[in-house]
């Protein structure tokens, strides 16, 4: 396994698997960006900021928002492909909805640069959709309905 790889399990172990805000900063370079998790500014969204890019303190308000909702989260990459400092990462998430014991599972992909033991810049693609379905926060079949070209909500 690459060090990359490893620094990689070790932001998943400890940031999510944790729940340590603290390895945010000692793991995200403090101008590093991460793209695909949506923009945060005082705790909403912002849809039009920037492309979706935050930084590790909006990291870190993704990170609180989405720990509000699950628990006993854990990120297990199943296939990863190197190229110089970027990682590919094919990972699934599975964690439990907060409160109770209801399981919940998604897969999402990661091109990600590490550097110097460090996260530079990330990629993320997550089927978010999927998880908020099983979290009870959309209908059962949105992704359906909106396929068939129907309205969700």
Known sequence: MSERIEVVETWFRRVWAEEDEAAIDEMFVPDGTARGLGTYVNGKADEFADHERIGPDGFKEFHSALLNLVGDVKIEITKSMEQGDWLALLCVLKAKKRGTDDKVQTTGTVFIKVADGRLIEAY??????????QLGQMPANAFGDCLCGKSVG
Request: charge should be negative; aromatic fraction near 30%; proline fraction near 0%.
């Open 124 to 133: 993320n693609h997550f089927d978010f959709m999927s998880l908020f379905g």
